[in-house]
């Protein structure tokens, strides 16, 4: 069945710019995550939600960073007044039930905030 | 924060040899994940191995989990040109089954 897709693949945006990222979970999966991955090290969670439930949001940086998935399914990562820091490869990730299973991770969106 | 560091950060071997990664952590887990990520792409997922499990395989690869050392090791067997990419392993930390925590990774390159 289809992965784990995220869009744009890419975004450029200006300092102070708003963006918004989406993430469409495989089918059926319960939780989904939402991590961020600097140039040349690993992924670090961002935040987490069981359904629609955000239950853990305690990575997300600044108070500039939002998530939602209101149905349960399909979720967006909003970032408000981009900043250059902001600049990094966002990775969403869905598993059947936490993180005690695989997660399945997309492609990522690139953000590039000049 | 991260939570472990894999060892070596880099390696370079000719294709049909061996490469061993290794990972240490520092909190109790559920379970340690090893993901794959090409240059540019997403993670993707290699093998799982629970806390009360020592050794599991899964075709050319071997993980071993040693929870008194808080370590483990990813060994790829008869490696080829295609196994060139960044290992990470990740970790639940023992909580809830929620987030994973991960490694900076180890950065293979297979020559071929």
């Known amino acids: 069945g289809a992965g784990v897709s995220q869009s744009p693949r890419y975004k450029v945006a200006k300092r102070g710019q708003d963006v918004a990222l989406r993430c469409d979970p495989i089918?059926?999966?319960?939780?989904l995550f939402w991590y961020q991955q600097a140039l040349g090290q690993g992924p670090e969670f961002l935040t987490y939600?069981?359904?629609?439930?955000?239950?853990?949001k305690s990575g997300l940086p600044s108070d500039r960073f939002f998530a939602e998935r209101p149905e349960g399914s399909v979720s967006t990562l909003k970032i408000q007044r981009t900043q250059q820091e902001d600049s990094a490869v966002y990775l969403c990730?869905?598993?059947?039930?936490?993180?005690?299973?695989?997660?399945?991770f997309g492609p990522g969106t690139r953000l590039t905030v000049t | 924060s991260q939570q472990g560091e894999e060892d070596p950060q880099a390696l370079s071997i000719q294709e049909g040899e061996n490469a061993t990664m290794n990972c240490s952590y520092k909190?109790?887990?559920?379970?340690l994940q090893w993901y794959r990520q090409n240059s540019g792409r997403g993670l993707v997922h290699l093998i799982l191995?629970?806390?009360?499990?020592r050794e599991k395989h899964s075709g050319r690869l071997r993980v071993t989990l040693d929870t008194s050392k808080k370590s483990s090791s990813l060994l790829i067997t008869a490696s080829r040109a295609a196994d060139t990419a960044s290992y990470f392993c990740a970790t639940d930390e023992g909580n809830a089954g929620n987030m994973l925590t991960f490694g900076g990774g180890t950065r293979l390159m297979v020559k071929p």
């Open positions: 990730a869905s598993s059947r039930q936490g993180g005690r299973y695989e997660q399945y």
């Open positions: 089918s059926g999966h319960v939780s």
């Open positions: 909190t109790s887990i559920n379970n």
């Open positions: 939600f069981q359904n629609e439930a955000q239950l853990d």
């Open positions: 191995i629970r806390s009360n499990e």
